[in-house]
């Protein structure tokens, strides 16, 4: 079956950096386009990263454009997201989520938590 | 970019009532929203997309409409299953969700 499995949060200081991963099975990663989209009581979800499933195309949130960078190994079957620059307002829950063909997200991970604070 | 309004922000309801969620989007999506249900620690999950169609799995006590600009998600007969938190999703540019709607025991 379809999983995907995110890890990497933690906590860090403002001004650092992380790196998530999105580890996936059960389906042709090529083969789909993938997203990042985190969490926050206040705001509830937000949409900040896609890729495209050949790499042609990447759409960033503007929160988020020239700090975070996504990426993607298919012979590792993975998604990455390069966090910079990180913020207290990037403290959330940070899910993966796999796009249909039709541009909504079919498929989610459990999220991995981010922190950032001194 | 495209605003999504959900309401309410929280429902109060019991077992065997048949309860209603709208979103309003800023412009037209078309058809293009999708409904997902999440349970607290767990992740979204995909209930019907293309504002009425349902996913393979969902009971069939949930329903969608709407077209345009106003969308509903209906669920009928409310089981016990269903207390959980509701989002609205529009993918018709970029990706946008609503803010959420908490169903809750009344």
């Known amino acids: 079956q379809v999983q995907l499995v995110e890890s990497g949060g933690g906590v860090v200081q403002p001004g650092g950096s992380l790196r998530l991963s999105c580890r996936t099975s059960g389906f042709t990663f090529s083969d789909y386009g993938m997203h990042w989209v985190r969490q926050t009581p206040g705001k509830g979800l937000q949409w900040i990263a896609f890729?495209?499933?050949?790499?042609?195309?990447?759409y960033y949130a503007n929160s988020v454009k020239g700090r975070f960078t996504i990426s993607r190994d298919k012979f590792r079957n993975t998604l990455y997201l390069q966090m910079n620059s990180l913020r207290p307002e990037d403290t959330a829950v940070y899910f993966c989520?796999?796009?249909?063909?039709?541009?909504?997200?079919?498929?989610w991970g459990q999220g991995t938590l981010v922190a950032v604070s001194s | 970019d495209i605003q999504v309004t959900q309401s309410p922000s929280t429902l109060s309801a019991s077992v065997g009532d048949r309860v209603t969620i709208t979103c309003r989007a800023s412009q037209s999506l078309t058809n293009r929203l999708a409904w997902y249900q999440q349970k607290p620690g767990k992740a979204p999950k995909l209930l019907i997309y293309k504002a009425s169609i349902l996913e393979s799995g969902v009971p069939s006590r949930f329903s969608g409409s709407g077209s345009g600009t106003e969308f509903t998600l209906t669920i009928t007969n409310l089981q016990p299953d269903d207390f959980a938190t509701y989002f609205c999703?529009?993918?018709?540019?970029?990706?946008?969700f609503g803010q959420g709607t908490k169903v809750e025991i009344k």
């Open positions: 999703q529009q993918y018709n540019a970029l990706w946008t």
């Open positions: 890729l495209r499933f050949d790499e042609t195309n990447k």
């Open positions: 989520a796999r796009q249909h063909g039709d541009y909504y997200f079919d498929s």
